[in-house]
Protein backbone atom coordinates (compact mmCIF):
# COMPACT_ATOMS: atom_id res chain seq x y z
CA UNK A 1 0.00 0.00 0.00
CA UNK A 2 1.97 3.26 -1.47
CA UNK A 3 -0.88 5.90 -0.02
CA UNK A 4 -0.37 8.59 -2.36
CA UNK A 5 2.37 9.21 -4.60
CA UNK A 6 3.55 12.11 -7.31
CA UNK A 7 5.78 12.24 -10.04
CA UNK A 8 8.21 13.64 -10.96
CA UNK A 9 9.70 14.60 -7.31
CA UNK A 10 11.68 17.76 -9.08
CA UNK A 11 11.24 19.23 -12.12
CA UNK A 12 13.20 22.48 -13.68
CA UNK A 13 11.38 24.78 -16.96
CA UNK A 14 11.83 27.54 -19.06
CA UNK A 15 9.25 30.13 -19.04
CA UNK A 16 6.47 28.95 -21.41
CA UNK A 17 7.05 24.98 -21.22
CA UNK A 18 4.46 22.60 -20.58
CA UNK A 19 4.39 19.79 -18.37
CA UNK A 20 2.27 17.24 -16.37
CA UNK A 21 2.38 16.42 -12.59
CA UNK A 22 0.95 13.00 -12.00
CA UNK A 23 -0.64 11.69 -8.70
CA UNK A 24 -2.29 8.55 -8.15
CA UNK A 25 -3.71 7.05 -4.82
CA UNK A 26 -4.01 3.37 -4.25
CA UNK A 27 -6.75 3.97 -0.77
CA UNK A 28 -9.90 3.88 -2.97
CA UNK A 29 -10.65 7.58 -2.16
CA UNK A 30 -12.95 8.95 -3.96
CA UNK A 31 -11.46 12.87 -3.55
CA UNK A 32 -8.12 13.89 -4.64
CA UNK A 33 -6.76 17.74 -4.39
CA UNK A 34 -4.04 19.53 -5.79
CA UNK A 35 -2.43 21.74 -3.45
CA UNK A 36 0.68 24.19 -3.94
CA UNK A 37 2.71 24.94 -0.73
CA UNK A 38 5.05 28.67 -0.86
CA UNK A 39 6.57 30.10 2.21
CA UNK A 40 5.04 31.98 4.61
CA UNK A 41 1.73 30.88 2.71
CA UNK A 42 0.70 27.60 3.63
CA UNK A 43 -0.91 25.28 1.54
CA UNK A 44 -3.10 26.87 -1.28
CA UNK A 45 -5.94 24.63 -3.19
CA UNK A 46 -5.14 24.39 -7.09
CA UNK A 47 -7.65 21.95 -7.77
CA UNK A 48 -9.97 19.24 -6.46
CA UNK A 49 -12.37 16.59 -7.79
CA UNK A 50 -15.01 15.31 -5.28
CA UNK A 51 -15.44 12.02 -7.44
CA UNK A 52 -14.21 10.45 -10.53
CA UNK A 53 -15.25 12.06 -13.43
CA UNK A 54 -15.95 15.72 -11.60
CA UNK A 55 -13.39 18.93 -11.16
CA UNK A 56 -13.75 22.11 -9.64
CA UNK A 57 -11.28 24.95 -8.98
CA UNK A 58 -9.74 25.96 -5.47
CA UNK A 59 -8.53 29.03 -4.43
CA UNK A 60 -5.54 29.56 -6.99
CA UNK A 61 -6.47 28.08 -10.29
CA UNK A 62 -5.34 30.23 -13.01
CA UNK A 63 -2.57 28.75 -14.82
CA UNK A 64 -3.12 25.14 -14.34
CA UNK A 65 -5.66 22.32 -15.85
CA UNK A 66 -6.71 18.99 -13.74
CA UNK A 67 -7.89 15.72 -15.13
CA UNK A 68 -9.21 13.07 -13.28
CA UNK A 69 -8.13 10.26 -15.57
CA UNK A 70 -9.82 7.46 -13.35
CA UNK A 71 -10.38 7.30 -10.28
CA UNK A 72 -7.09 6.73 -9.05
CA UNK A 73 -5.39 9.46 -10.86
CA UNK A 74 -5.52 13.14 -10.78
CA UNK A 75 -3.45 14.89 -12.86
CA UNK A 76 -2.02 18.57 -12.69
CA UNK A 77 -1.35 20.01 -16.18
CA UNK A 78 0.77 23.23 -16.99
CA UNK A 79 0.12 24.83 -20.55
CA UNK A 80 3.03 27.74 -20.30
CA UNK A 81 4.46 27.73 -17.26
CA UNK A 82 5.37 30.86 -15.99
CA UNK A 83 8.00 31.86 -12.40
CA UNK A 84 5.14 32.69 -10.26
CA UNK A 85 4.08 28.75 -10.32
CA UNK A 86 7.83 27.88 -8.99
CA UNK A 87 6.58 26.49 -5.67
CA UNK A 88 6.33 22.59 -4.45
CA UNK A 89 2.68 20.80 -5.26
CA UNK A 90 1.11 18.04 -3.34
CA UNK A 91 -1.11 16.33 -4.61
CA UNK A 92 -3.47 14.66 -1.55
CA UNK A 93 -6.64 12.34 -1.33
CA UNK A 94 -9.60 11.50 1.32
CA UNK A 95 -11.71 8.75 2.36
CA UNK A 96 -13.85 6.71 0.38
CA UNK A 97 -16.95 8.53 1.49
CA UNK A 98 -15.50 11.65 0.03
CA UNK A 99 -16.65 14.61 2.41
CA UNK A 100 -14.66 17.10 3.11
CA UNK A 101 -14.06 16.50 6.67
CA UNK A 102 -12.46 13.43 6.03
CA UNK A 103 -8.72 13.36 6.76
CA UNK A 104 -6.44 14.34 3.80
CA UNK A 105 -3.63 11.79 3.01
CA UNK A 106 -0.59 13.60 0.90
CA UNK A 107 1.90 12.67 -1.12
CA UNK A 108 5.79 13.61 -0.92
CA UNK A 109 5.33 16.47 -3.70
CA UNK A 110 6.95 18.02 -6.51
CA UNK A 111 8.94 21.04 -6.41
CA UNK A 112 9.19 22.71 -9.62
CA UNK A 113 11.58 25.60 -10.80
CA UNK A 114 10.58 27.94 -13.78
CA UNK A 115 13.40 29.95 -14.71
CA UNK B 1 -12.68 37.74 6.27
CA UNK B 2 -12.32 34.14 7.03
CA UNK B 3 -8.77 32.73 8.00
CA UNK B 4 -6.89 30.54 9.90
CA UNK B 5 -3.65 32.43 11.60
CA UNK B 6 -0.42 30.69 13.00
CA UNK B 7 0.74 33.71 14.79
CA UNK B 8 4.39 32.14 15.49
CA UNK B 9 6.61 31.60 12.35
CA UNK B 10 9.12 30.01 14.33
CA UNK B 11 9.80 28.43 17.56
CA UNK B 12 12.58 27.16 19.12
CA UNK B 13 12.07 24.96 22.64
CA UNK B 14 14.60 23.07 24.12
CA UNK B 15 14.19 18.93 24.18
CA UNK B 16 12.58 17.79 26.76
CA UNK B 17 10.84 21.24 27.27
CA UNK B 18 7.27 22.07 26.74
CA UNK B 19 5.51 22.93 23.60
CA UNK B 20 2.60 25.44 22.66
CA UNK B 21 1.90 25.80 18.90
CA UNK B 22 -0.90 28.38 18.31
CA UNK B 23 -3.50 28.72 15.94
CA UNK B 24 -6.65 30.99 15.57
CA UNK B 25 -9.48 30.94 13.36
CA UNK B 26 -12.07 33.40 11.89
CA UNK B 27 -15.40 31.11 10.63
CA UNK B 28 -18.98 31.88 11.41
CA UNK B 29 -19.69 28.42 13.35
CA UNK B 30 -17.26 26.08 14.47
CA UNK B 31 -15.40 24.51 11.83
CA UNK B 32 -13.56 21.03 11.58
CA UNK B 33 -10.11 21.01 13.05
CA UNK B 34 -6.78 19.45 12.20
CA UNK B 35 -3.23 19.87 12.44
CA UNK B 36 -0.62 18.44 9.97
CA UNK B 37 3.00 18.25 10.69
CA UNK B 38 5.82 18.22 7.56
CA UNK B 39 9.20 17.28 8.15
CA UNK B 40 11.76 18.53 5.42
CA UNK B 41 11.32 17.09 1.88
CA UNK B 42 8.02 15.34 3.14
CA UNK B 43 4.43 15.03 3.04
CA UNK B 44 2.02 16.55 5.17
CA UNK B 45 1.04 14.25 7.88
CA UNK B 46 -2.59 13.77 10.43
CA UNK B 47 -1.70 14.81 13.72
CA UNK B 48 -4.93 15.09 15.04
CA UNK B 49 -8.32 16.66 14.33
CA UNK B 50 -11.43 17.73 15.83
CA UNK B 51 -15.23 17.54 14.92
CA UNK B 52 -17.32 17.17 18.03
CA UNK B 53 -17.50 16.66 21.44
CA UNK B 54 -14.28 16.29 24.50
CA UNK B 55 -12.43 19.06 23.68
CA UNK B 56 -9.52 17.94 24.15
CA UNK B 57 -8.38 15.31 21.27
CA UNK B 58 -5.45 13.46 21.59
CA UNK B 59 -3.04 12.74 18.55
CA UNK B 60 -0.26 10.85 17.45
CA UNK B 61 3.70 11.13 18.50
CA UNK B 62 2.02 12.12 22.07
CA UNK B 63 0.81 15.97 21.03
CA UNK B 64 -2.91 17.10 21.95
CA UNK B 65 -4.82 20.00 21.17
CA UNK B 66 -7.71 21.63 22.71
CA UNK B 67 -10.61 23.71 21.09
CA UNK B 68 -11.65 26.52 22.89
CA UNK B 69 -15.13 27.93 20.85
CA UNK B 70 -15.06 31.15 22.99
CA UNK B 71 -11.24 31.83 22.00
CA UNK B 72 -11.73 30.11 18.46
CA UNK B 73 -8.32 28.74 18.95
CA UNK B 74 -7.40 24.95 18.50
CA UNK B 75 -3.82 24.86 20.07
CA UNK B 76 -1.33 22.45 20.05
CA UNK B 77 0.41 21.29 22.89
CA UNK B 78 3.30 18.47 23.71
CA UNK B 79 4.47 17.88 27.24
CA UNK B 80 8.12 17.36 26.21
CA UNK B 81 9.47 17.63 23.39
CA UNK B 82 11.94 15.27 21.54
CA UNK B 83 14.05 16.40 19.11
CA UNK B 84 12.68 13.99 16.22
CA UNK B 85 9.48 17.00 16.21
CA UNK B 86 11.36 19.08 14.75
CA UNK B 87 9.46 20.09 11.78
CA UNK B 88 6.76 22.37 10.28
CA UNK B 89 3.26 22.31 11.62
CA UNK B 90 -0.20 23.29 10.14
CA UNK B 91 -3.14 24.23 11.52
CA UNK B 92 -6.20 23.68 8.71
CA UNK B 93 -10.02 24.18 8.97
CA UNK B 94 -13.19 22.96 7.34
CA UNK B 95 -15.63 25.65 7.51
CA UNK B 96 -19.15 24.00 7.78
CA UNK B 97 -20.71 24.05 4.41
CA UNK B 98 -17.96 24.34 2.65
CA UNK B 99 -15.63 21.44 0.63
CA UNK B 100 -12.37 22.23 1.03
CA UNK B 101 -9.10 22.74 3.77
CA UNK B 102 -7.88 26.03 4.61
CA UNK B 103 -4.37 25.79 5.92
CA UNK B 104 -2.80 28.56 8.03
CA UNK B 105 0.81 29.66 7.06
CA UNK B 106 2.97 26.83 9.31
CA UNK B 107 5.32 27.34 12.41
CA UNK B 108 8.37 25.78 12.20
CA UNK B 109 9.82 24.13 15.38
CA UNK B 110 13.45 23.66 15.76
CA UNK B 111 14.92 21.89 18.90
CA UNK B 112 17.70 22.59 20.95
CA UNK B 113 20.10 20.10 22.56
Known amino acids: NAGVTQTPKFQVLKTGQSMTLQCAQDMNHNSMYWYRQDPGMGLRLIYYSASEGTTDKGEVPNGYNVSRLNKREFSLRLESAAPSQTSVYFC??????????????FGPGTRLTVL | AQSVTQPDIHITVSEGASLELRCNYS??????LFWYVQSPGQGLQLLLKYFSGDTLVQGIKGFEAEFKRSQSSFNLRKPSVHWSDAAEYFC???????????FGSGTKLNVKP
Open chain 2, 27 to 32: YGATPY
Open chain 2, 92 to 102: AVVPLGFNKFY
Open chain 1, 92 to 105: ASSAPSGGSTDTQY
